[in-house]
């Protein structure tokens, strides 16, 4: 049974950089766990990797992340010392992933008085499986036979190539597998390396990578409060990783959603990653606006769930089937609700942070369409609300951000059908018409009184609708299923609505008292779902575990709401989180409290392009951080001790902002006014 697992990520290492992937033990061997490999472009093209020296192979000491596409492994060599109990001969492979693929430098150093003469060997094997059937764990592919070259090999299957250097090994094959061999003399109290590359080409790529320095290259941020100053590094590095362009706009910058399983454009997940990057400059968001306005939807197709106006969900390779499940999505699929209002948002706020109005005005048609979709096809019972049901019967059942199946439950577990209408896609819907109207009349289009007006009725029904009361007061319903219904049980999408102005001050005191109770907060981040739910699990997928983007825009939302309190709470969990996740932020992890450190979900991508800014959601959440009139406002609290951020940007204008342990800002330089 256990060859239709899907595989675990947590205790694996990975370097990246998009759309490359190596996963690989911590001594840095390939081919003991499913995941473990060399990927580029979501094609597994190396699934065994070994090494030997002297016929032995290296004892592994340590492994260390210098930056995401970078890991040092050290080893010993103890078959190669002198006699004693002191390590002689050691060595240090660095791995680097590249955007094309992989590169490993291996140094043998030793302090023994004389040369060791010895070899060194690695062992590969071939591949060319999909990662979705790496993800499925169903049967793969047989491996391509490799063929040799003028110093290592090539192989593929027709539409990826992969090929391999190793100056000067000797290269055997062997099936498919392919033996480097150097014979290496490592000189008296000195080194001697070897090196080996792998580049690899996809014929039906849709995606490539970006290799020049991002925008926020430049941010530095030093704290007293240690975790917050590394979780940030860590994520700033990570992010830098995740870039890719599309093969129908290089050039057009997006952060894919992560690593291993959505190595991709993903609608949803690019615009939050990008909305929540704001602070520290707008071109990644205008780039994302650009390259998802180029593929928003003209016509209706039930198949691919297009929609005119409609804001694309997933960007692949090829059709993704999911097996036991009854998913079969196209190549580009458009199955999503939140994707088109939040494009809406992110366009509106990219220019309230300075996006040059040229490209705004130019991605104005674009707007048109995205509101008249809210409007037409996505209200499709015009009652005021947008819902969402899979026409196709292949399709994803929910569509919003939680769309595994059972994400949208009622309090005792039974789930709601369809149409379904999320508490948060109203909030997300009513701030885009807000914020569409402000764009339609601050350049003279026609359409603003009308979109304020859509904007009132909505407001007008959801409160009308969503609202329940248990024995803790009052609280809002996830959704409204196919019968109008609320779905009872409480869970973190309420926390969504913070901040966009649907709710008023005593109603969003309501909900910042509700995210911030023991059944939500787990300590290490808000709980997708209440303990108190029948169908709570601290492991299930969006019915109990912590995702740290949905508890960074809950904080967002509630500092937005002057609820500073109980964003420093939620604050306070994902420090502790990062803390024990290294600084990387993964995907989603355990709501597990009784714990001293975050269990993780094990399969959880790791990293995850809105779990690493959600870090850049903490800074700005404690700076207080707004933008108007070309510059950055700060009205700063002591949530996370005295730091100092370099490289904020206001209108294209760097910034830079100290703040001191009583969160009182004490230094600032550029277009920065304190509040």
């Known amino acids: ?50 090494y030997s020296v002297g016929d032995a192979r290296p004892e592994h000491i340590g492994t260390s992340r210098l930056d995401a596409a970078t ?24 791995r680097t992933a590249r955007t094309d693929g992989l590169a490993d430098d291996y140094v043998i150093t ?75 003399t490592v000189p008296a109290r000195g080194s001697a390396a070897v090196r080996w590359s792998l580049s ?52 057009e910058q997006f952060l894919a959603a992560g690593a291993p399983w959505f190595f991709t454009l993903f609608g949803r997940d690019s615009i939050w990653a990008a909305r929540m990057l704001l602070p520290l400059g707008t071109s990644i968001a205008a780039s994302t606006l650009r390259v998802l306005a180029a593929l928003q939807g003209t016509a209706s197709n039930p198949d691919t769930a297009e929609q005119p106006g409609k804001i694309m969900h997933e960007l692949r390779r090829g059709t993704l089937e999911i097996p036991g499940e009854g998913i079969v999505l196209p190549p580009l699929y458009y199955g999503t609700v939140d994707a088109t209002p939040l494009w809406v948002c992110l366009l509106h706020d990219a220019w309230r942070w300075g996006m040059p109005e040229a490209e705004v005005e130019a991605l104005l048609p674009n707007l048109e369409a995205a509101l008249a979709w809210m409007r037409d096809s996505g209200d499709a019972d015009g009652d005021g609300l947008l819902e969402y049901v899979d026409e196709s019967g292949r399709g994803l059942a929910n569509q919003g951000w939680k769309d595994s199946g059972d994400s949208v439950q009622f309090a005792d577990g039974s789930l709601a059908t369809g149409p379904i209408a999320l508490v948060e896609v109203q909030a997300y819907a009513y701030e885009a018409a807000l914020g569409g109207a402000a764009l339609l009349e601050h350049f003279g289009r026609a359409g603003a009184d009308e979109w304020r007006a859509w904007a009132a009725a909505l407001r007008e029904v959801f409160h009308e609708k969503f609202w329940l009361e248990d024995a803790d ?67 299930s997928y969006h019915g109990g575990t912590v995702w740290a983007h949905d508890t960074a825009i809950a904080v967002s939302g509630l500092t937005r709401e002057g609820r500073t309190e109980e964003a420093d709470v939620l604050i306070a969990g994902l420090l502790a ?63 996370v001790g005295a730091f100092a951020v370099d490289g904020l940007r206001a209108a294209g204008a760097a910034v830079s902002v100290q703040v001191d342990h009583a969160g009182d800002v004490v230094a600032a330089s550029g277009p920065v006014a304190v509040g």
């Not at 060997?121 to 060319?128: E, G, P, S």
């Not at 539409?159 to 290269?171: C, N, Q, R, V, Y």
């Not at 926020?216 to 890719?244: M, Q, Y």
């Not at 392009?609 to 700063?636: H, R």
């Open 200 to 251: 690899a080409e996809d014929a039906r790529a849709v995606v490539s990578g970006v290799d020049e320095v991002p925008e926020w290259g430049g941010v530095r941020v030093t704290a007293s409060d240690r975790r917050f100053e590394r979780w940030v590094g860590a994520s700033l590095d990570d992010l830098a990783a995740l870039r890719l362009t599309t093969t129908h706009a290089p050039g």
């Open 71 to 94: 890991a040092r492994i050290d080893q010993l060599h103890r078959t190669l010392d002198a006699p004693g109990a002191d390590p002689d001969v050691r060595s240090t492979l660095t």
């Open 110 to 184: 030793s302090r023994l008085g004389s040369p060791v003469e010895t070899t060194v060997r690695v062992r590969l094997a071939t591949d060319a499986s999909p990662l979705d059937a790496v993800k499925a764990g169903i049967e793969l592919p047989a491996a391509p036979a490799p063929a040799p070259t003028s110093d290592g090999a090539t192989w593929g299957d027709g539409d990826i190539t992969a090929t391999l250097s190793a100056p000067g090994a000797h290269i055997a094959i062997e099936g498919n597998q392919i033996v480097l061999e150097w014979s290496v």
């Open 577 to 639: 989180a990062a803390e024990g996740f290294d600084s990387r932020m993964p995907e989603l992890h355990s709501g597990e409290a009784d714990v001293s450190s975050p269990l993780p979900y094990p399969a959880a991508c790791r990293p995850q392009a809105w779990s690493a800014a959600a870090s850049i959601v903490v800074l700005s959440s404690v700076l207080g951080l707004d933008a108007a009139d070309g510059e950055l406002l700060v009205s700063s609290r002591p949530t």
């Open 473 to 539: 007061g009052a609280y809002l319903a996830i959704a409204l299923d196919a019968h109008k219904r609320p779905v009872d049980s409480m869970t973190s999408n309420a926390g969504h609505v913070l901040g966009t102005g649907l709710l008023s001050p005593a109603q969003a005191a309501v909900v910042a008292r509700r995210l911030v109770t023991p059944d939500m907060s787990s300590g290490f981040g808000l709980r997708t779902m209440s303990t108190t739910a029948s169908g709570y699990w601290p492991l």
């Open 1 to 50: 049974m256990s060859e239709t697992l899907q595989p675990f990520l947590h205790d694996q290492v990975v370097v990246l950089a998009a759309p490359s992937q190596s996963w690989f033990a911590a001594d840095g061997t390939m081919g003991g766990a499913s995941i473990q490999g060399l990927y580029v472009s979501d094609v597994r093209v190396v699934s065994l990797l070994d």
